[in-house]
């Protein structure tokens, strides 16, 4: 008659011990990971936030055209400037902002970015919604994705109305301003 073997059931009773705190140690290594990975999503969302305040409230326009120049992303400052919803100005095309006289201006510095590959300035009247034109200067890059094929482009806009209404009233001819008014 063979002996009971007592050792199969010892065995499996360490390696059930062995098995449950192998589990409870993942489970702590997961609740830390968790946190940690909590933590960094809090960070994440606190940047964005922060970031997309200073992007809404820079002291100058800013907007993304894709190639064809309709507006993909504009900030609350060219909003504000030309007196429209951000929501109305998305898929819209740029060049319904600027003074029809101004278009070849517009396309003119975006041929020049195309031509050259750096950054470009030009000033022209963009109108707001009603119809008031005003003077900016928009400073362009041409933004690039990863194989360096142009993407879009990146503009801001900065409103020099009271720059060119002060040179207009300090220009050497003043008499003329005067006789016209």
Do not use: W
């Not at 936030?49 to 190639?67: A, H, K």
């Amino acid at each position: 008659m063979t002996s009971p073997n007592f050792a199969t059931p010892l065995a499996d009773s360490e390696d059930r011990l062995k098995l449950i705190q192998n589990l409870q140690t993942l489970r702590i290594e997961l609740e830390m990971q968790n946190k940690e990975l909590l933590r960094s999503q809090l960070e994440l969302m606190t940047s964005k936030i922060y970031y997309t305040r200073l992007y809404d409230t820079t002291p100058v326009g800013d907007f993304t055209i894709d190639l064809t120049g309709i507006i993909m992303n504009a900030n609350l400052t060219l909003s504000d400037m030309l007196s429209m919803e951000r929501s109305s100005l998305l898929d819209k095309h740029i060049t319904d902002y600027i003074v029809l006289e101004d278009h070849i201006i517009y396309y003119q510095h975006l041929k020049d970015l195309d031509t050259l590959k750096t950054r470009q300035v030009c000033e022209l009247r963009m109108k707001k919604k009603d119809s008031i034109p005003f003077d900016v200067q928009l400073e362009t890059i041409l933004m690039t994705d990863r194989s360096k094929k142009p993407e879009q482009y990146r503009t801001v806009v900065i409103d020099i109305s009271e720059r060119k209404k002060t040179e207009m009233e300090n220009s050497p001819f003043d008499c003329l301003n005067i006789v016209f008014k």
